[in-house]
């Protein structure tokens, strides 16, 4: 009889968001009147930006004529939409990025977990906690941790708190780690990092040989001039980081799947012989081999966030989500509820009222507010007590939301 993986049996019960569907189907089906409000998962709600619709549409003509025809891409990516990125997200803001070290995908949530493929099995990984799941999750599937604990932390991992108490930063490892997830914004909590919290970061992980995975898909969220928006924005990045961007957030892509993740050519890991391998070659080398690319409709539309009217349009979705955050802090701060995020990025972590659970705070949201949120615990034990809430929808049911929680809880 065929074998599975047992890696895969130490995981949870259930990946975090379908538990929450699973949950709400639940409460839908007993309650088929109920009007419920989804600010847990952050899915986008709002229509693509017509400067990458109308890009579509020519693409696909592009496909309907012979001489325009598209088959197999190119599995980095198209150049024109490469060196488009390189030129507005990198070099404008002075990273010495070249197109060559940009790599298309269809999702940075794949490429966070594919990016393990090229690395070995004996590493010392660091999180933070609470985390994206996804980062824990698929080292437990590649075998990388041992089992889990009654806290819920695996075998195997640094854990980094991040709460209230530290103001949601983690403190650099005192021992030597050679893998570390930094995400910032943060997801879950909102928290932003300043250049020089990541120069610390950079800093110690060029000092113990350490890679840096770098989340940056919230960085266009960012409005505060002073903070960092990519991790080669900090000296000495190129030698240390990998960094992972995605076209879902601003742009609105979660339905279309388009992303990106830099490999600095210079960037390099060890071989079992102790000798310097470049790790550009081998995710090149993976992505040639397991993947085909994204397709040129898509690619053409995010080619088109980059044009002017693409700009101006993902500009106004940004403000639009941001404005929703601010509509969020407001309610629940005049709701009695300790609050933070929301400020630069497009998550607002709440701390549970007294006595109440994250899955307790949210069955009880769900129960008598008919409104969805993310019970912090799923994101790691630090996030125990804490809940997350999506800017991620429409005004009209941010605003509805907001007010029947404030019936309930002021």
């Known amino acids: 009889m065929a074998t599975v993986n047992d890696n895969y049996l ?24 109920a009007k419920v409000i989804r600010l847990g998962i952050g899915d986008v709600t709002e229509p693509l930006p017509e400067a990458c619709r109308s890009a579509m549409v020519a693409a696909v003509e592009d496909m309907g004529d012979r001489n325009t025809f598209k088959g197999y891409g190119p599995e980095q990516g198209y150049g024109w939409l490469r060196e488009k990125i390189a030129a507005h997200d990198f070099q404008a803001r002075g990273c010495d990025i070249d197109a060559s070290e940009i790599f298309i995908s269809d999702g940075s949530k794949c490429d966070c977990g594919n990016i393990l493929d090229i690395f070995g099995d004996d590493n010392v990984i660091a999180v933070t906690d609470p985390v994206y799941p996804v980062y824990v999750d698929t080292n437990v599937m590649a075998g990388h941790t041992g089992d889990i604990n009654e806290k819920g932390e695996y075998e195997g991992f640094i854990y ?21 997830y930094l995400c910032f914004p943060n997801n879950p909590t909102g928290a932003t990092a300043t250049k020089e919290h990541l120069t610390a970061w950079v800093n110690y992980a060029r000092a113990n040989g350490s890679i840096i995975f770098f989340d940056a898909a919230y960085e266009a969220y960012i409005t505060d001039p002073s903070l960092p928006h990519s991790i080669y924005e900090i000296e000495g990045a190129k030698e240390c980081a990998i960094e992972f961007r995605s076209f879902s957030k601003n742009a609105g892509f979660t339905g279309t799947r388009c992303a990106l993740t830099v490999v600095p050519k210079n960037l390099t890991g060890k071989a079992k012989d102790g000798s310097n391998v470049e790790l550009w070659k081998l995710w090149n080398r993976r992505q040639s081999t397991k993947f085909n690319g994204v397709s040129y409709i898509v690619q053409r539309g995010a080619e088109a966030v980059y044009s002017e009217e693409g700009q101006s349009q993902i500009k106004a979705l940004i403000s639009f989500y941001l404005e929703n955050a601010i509509i969020i802090r407001e309610k629940l701060t005049e709701a009695g509820l300790a609050v933070y995020g929301g400020v630069n990025a497009p998550y607002v972590w709440v701390k549970t009222p007294a006595g109440l659970t994250s899955w307790d705070f949210f069955d009880k949201l769900l129960q008598t507010c008919n409104v969805v949120g993310t019970p912090g615990s799923g994101f790691g034990a630090a996030g125990e007590g804490y809940f997350r809430i999506s800017a991620f929808n429409s005004r009209e049911n941010v605003n509805e939301a907001m007010r029947r929680i404030l019936d309930k809880f002021k």
């Open 10 to 33: 130490k995981l949870k019960a259930g990946y975090l968001f379908p538990e929450i569907a699973r949950r709400v189907n639940l409460f839908v089906e007993a309650n088929p009147d």
């Open 160 to 180: 980094l708190p991040v709460t209230a108490e530290n103001n949601f930063t983690a403190e650099i490892p005192t021992e030597k780690v050679d893998l570390i």
